[in-house]
């Protein structure tokens, strides 16, 4: 107990746990990834190419965006906390997160909304000196813009609008106008199941807010008669005197695709391209080996020398449609012919690798985006890295970091409930992975656990974690698999462990495609295998729904 005592001081003393704070402090030393799939023994890039996903993991919906020489890239992060993280990078394959644009829990009250709620499709775009970054907050606010002067941070407060529908992004035209599109309602009742519009309107830049008449440019989407879906992630560009409008359609599962129209206005009419869609990869044999599927929602950039690219999300199934690390930020050149762009050919599968854009070739990143790669966390400094995420916006002080230890208080807020539970977690990045982590923990009640957690959702998980039985001391996983179990998760499997052991322990996650398996060690190095293998489609996209991957990490629960 003398250990728990000496942390629960340690988080009072800086400030950063509640006075109210009552239950166990659990202190991880340290957090080790490392992930490498099959395919990374195939793909190897050569030194003129780059490999896909740019971003490996849970990083859907990329907005790209050029300011001189710089890139900037942003994705959605839902109902995580931080959200909205800022990436940059100088050739468009090496990318770098210099920032959280929601990095203040006074911006977004994500209240107890669903993890695959949130913050849907951010937009990222650049005007006279300030970025902007428009957005939505399903269940939580609505549409918003947010600004900053730096894309680093800090961001403002979202401004809140009254626009219906999800997905809005600013463009500013030649004259000066600026204007916010996004997808809306129909003009009139939806004719079917996921009949949408894209709307588009003026917007005030100095108030943030949409004015004058809103029009349709899109009801329905490319081929109305054949009642597509989920036209969404609206962009519009500008080349050769034409307005472009590229939007998703088809939903984000394995009939997404991407779509083009032009006008010679900014507010229409619009006609649909004549080789739309212009990505998709529905149209490949489901059985192809290695496949990239769900390709779409993308957008598209231009080089300093006046080259076309295009960020997109896709997913990388294992087996099936199964894949458990959520949707990917990929790279492909667009290219023109009479007067319409395309990302990619009709039944093209996405390539692996590709040729690099024709820019100076960046140094490759400090924390590695894809390919086989790993890192440890030794939680030096006096704050958590940017890339670690709670699940909510917190509202009170359960967490520090201080002489090289990350401390959670133990709250009676569980995974699987609509809190905020004590949990931090990095992105799977990989399907075939090996997650460790060093804990200091003394479970003060029966009931009371801390460990380490790998979870899609709120009702898909599992845990495993040091604990107090009424037998003593144990290491347990627990699986949640629908909500139906409880929101603790079910118990599958379990080791007494003894009690002078019982503050000092090692844990490991291995996730491996469709199964995973758990760890403990006592002794360094020492390490026995927890139960058998487990299901792991459970934390798949198909089986767990929404749309998040896996997030990995250390937890904290105290038992009520």
């Known amino acids: 107990m003398l250990r728990t005592a000496i942390a629960a001081a340690a988080l009072l003393a800086t400030g950063a746990a509640s006075a109210t704070a009552t239950g166990p402090v659990a202190s991880f030393d340290w957090f080790s990834y490392r992930g490498s799939d099959p395919i990374d023994r195939i793909v190897k890039p050569g030194p003129d190419q780059y490999r896909n996903p740019i971003l490996q993991g849970f990083y859907p919906d990329p907005s790209v965006l050029r300011v001189g020489k710089d890139f900037y890239l942003v994705n959605s992060t839902f109902a995580y906390f931080p959200g909205l993280p800022i990436f940059h990078s100088t050739d468009l394959v090496s990318w770098t997160q210099i920032g959280n644009a929601i990095d203040r829990p006074s911006q977004m009250n994500f209240g107890k909304i669903g993890i695959s709620r949130g913050i849907f499709a951010p937009d990222l775009s650049y005007h006279d000196g300030t ?62 199941e996921g009949h949408r519009a894209i709307w588009i309107q003026r917007i005030d830049l100095k108030t943030l807010q949409p004015f004058g008449p809103r029009t349709v440019l899109i009801d329905g989407g490319v081929h109305p008669a054949e009642k597509p879906i989920w036209t969404e992630g609206p962009h519009i560009y500008m080349h050769d005197g034409w307005y472009y409008l590229s939007t998703a359609e088809g939903g984000t599962a394995v009939n997404h695709s991407q779509t083009i129209w032009r006008s010679k206005k900014v507010d229409g009419p619009y006609v649909a391209g004549p080789n739309n869609p212009i990505l998709t990869q529905r149209d490949l044999p489901p059985d192809r080996p290695h496949p990239i599927t769900s390709a779409g929602h993308a957008d598209m950039v231009t080089t300093p020398k006046g080259q076309w690219w295009a960020t997109f999300l896709a997913t990388r199934p294992y087996q099936g449609d199964d894949y458990n690390i959520g949707r990917e930020t990929f790279l492909l050149p667009v290219t023109w012919k009479d007067g319409w762009p395309t990302i990619l050919p009709p039944r093209t599968p996405i390539p692996w690798v590709h040729k690099r854009p024709d820019l100076p070739k960046a140094p490759a990143p400090a924390l590695p985006t894809n390919g086989a790669f790993c890192y440890r966390d030794d939680f030096d400094g006096t704050k958590l890295a940017m890339q670690w995420l709670k699940i909510r916006t917190p509202h009170s002080d359960w967490s520090s970091v201080a002489d090289g230890t990350l401390r959670l208080i133990a709250r009676p807020d569980p995974i699987g409930g609509d809190g905020q539970p004590s949990y931090v977690g990095r992105r799977l990045q990989h399907h075939h992975a090996v997650i460790t982590t060093k804990l200091h923990f003394m479970p003060a009640h029966i009931g009371d656990r801390a460990g380490l957690a790998i979870l899609q959702s709120g009702t898909h998980f599992f845990t495993i974690g040091l604990t107090r039985t009424a037998d003593g001391y144990a290491v347990q996983v ?80 105290a038992a009520e």
């Open 478 to 557: 627990r699986r949640r698999a629908g909500d139906k179990d409880p929101a603790t998760g079910t118990l599958v499997a379990s080791a007494p462990v003894p009690l002078n052991q019982g503050s000092d322990i090692e844990l490991r996650v291995m996730p491996d495609a469709a199964t995973i398996r758990f760890a403990y060690a006592l002794r360094p190095g020492q390490w026995h295998m927890l139960g058998k293998a487990q299901d792991a489609t459970i934390l798949s996209t198909h089986v767990a729904g929404g749309f998040v991957g896996s997030t990995v990490g250390p937890f904290a629960y």
């Open 131 to 192: 970025y902007y970054l428009a957005g939505t907050c399903v269940d939580c606010g609505g549409n918003f813009v947010m600004t900053a002067k730096n894309p680093a941070g800090p961001w403002s407060d979202p401004v809140w609008n009254k626009i219906d529908g999800i997905d809005p992004s600013l463009f500013f035209d030649t004259d000066g106008s600026a204007w916010i599109l996004n997808n809306g309602a129909p003009p009139e009742k939806p004719r079917y």
